[in-house]
């Protein structure tokens, strides 16, 4: 058979990235289609797929350059997968739903998010695709018909015990203190972040204060640029290690959902300063039922 896989966020390949092995093992052919978007490319350098980045350049932060690289992405990709001819599509885009409903092909919408929380995104996707592959927390809004629910988290498929194993020389290797909090900085610039906020410069400032005072160092994951003042604090590292330095920490303090989410499969506490605090049911359910992640407004 013919799987083709597309992905707008390192976290929806690593979900995958198994059943990719698995596939391309038992003899099926592979696509992979990526866009711009973190350290994505990154981690796909470093496995051994072959793919294709159909969006190198980063995008604006605007409704318009949104549905100006949805335009883009369907017009260069419509043609390659009609050529292709995928018997199923893989992805948490709604390019592929699209242009799977076009050419008439089954497209799995892989995601974790609930669809009052990317309800652009689910518009754009939902009524197109044929399946909605979520943990059973995830509300789908009027589209439930097409959910298959699952009892687990997205991130578990790659930071389950059975699948990963932190490594404590990797912390050795990059010469981290032992005693250390991760700070995670995300640029918040997806279809559903709009007009959403996270940790301002303020209270940045004000945590790494917090946890000097405590006797932890504070290092700074960013997702885009940051001030030239933390520079001496910037974790630099290789992105297919962050969950080895990230399983080792004392802490994550964070605006970022995913990492939030990975971080409790760790059983690493985690603090999330957000707009989006208390509106997604994957945290809610990892805060409220099992206490591994505290948001606040």
């Known amino acids: 058979?013919?799987?083709?896989?597309?992905?707008?966020?390192?976290?929806?390949?690593l979900f995958v990235r198994k059943t990719i092995t698995d596939l391309i093992d038992q003899g099926h052919q592979v696509l992979i289609h990526i866009k711009k978007k973190d350290v994505l490319e990154e981690l796909l350098k470093s496995s051994s797929f072959e793919y294709t980045n159909v969006q190198p350049e980063k995008r604006k932060n605007s409704k318009l350059a949104a549905l100006s690289s949805l335009l883009k992405r369907n017009r260069t990709m419509f043609p390659i997968l009609r050529k292709f001819k995928p018997d199923l599509l893989i992805s948490s885009d709604a390019s592929y739903a699209q242009?799977?409903?076009?050419?008439?092909?089954?497209?799995?919408?892989?995601?974790?998010?609930?669809?009052?929380?990317?309800?652009?995104?689910?518009?754009?996707?939902?009524?197109?695709?044929?399946?909605i592959l979520c943990p059973e927390?995830?509300?789908?809004?009027?589209?439930?018909?097409?959910k298959v629910g699952y009892k687990g988290y997205m991130k578990l498929a790659y930071l389950h015990p059975s699948v990963f194993t932190p490594n404590k020389e990797i912390v050795t290797k990059y010469a981290l203190p032992k005693k250390y909090a991760i700070i995670r900085l995300a640029q918040l610039t997806a279809y559903h972040d709009e007009g959403m906020k996270g940790i301002s410069e303020v209270l940045l400032i004000a945590v790494i204060d917090q946890l000097r005072k405590k006797g932890i160092t504070p290092v700074i994951s960013a997702e885009g640029e940051i001030d030239n003042r933390y520079n001496s604090l910037l974790l630099?590292?290789?992105?297919?290690?962050?969950?080895?330095?990230?399983?080792?920490?004392?802490?994550?303090?964070?605006?970022?959902?995913?990492?939030?989410?990975?971080?409790?499969?760790?059983?690493?506490?985690?603090l999330r300063y957000s707009s989006f605090s208390g509106k997604i049911s994957v945290l809610e359910e990892l805060e409220n039922d099992y206490g591994l992640t505290f948001g606040f407004p």
């Open 236 to 270: 630099d590292i290789e992105a297919k290690d962050m969950h080895d330095v990230l399983a080792y920490a004392k802490l994550l303090i964070c605006d970022s959902q995913s990492m939030s989410v990975e971080a409790s499969m760790l059983g690493i506490p985690s």
């Open 1 to 13: 058979m013919k799987f083709a896989f597309y992905f707008g966020h390192p976290a929806q390949f």
């Open 137 to 146: 927390a995830c509300d789908v809004g009027r589209w439930g018909r097409k």
């Open 99 to 131: 242009i799977g409903f076009l050419l008439r092909v089954p497209c799995v919408t892989i995601l974790e998010d609930d669809y009052k929380v990317i309800k652009k995104l689910g518009l754009m996707s939902y009524p197109f695709t044929s399946t």
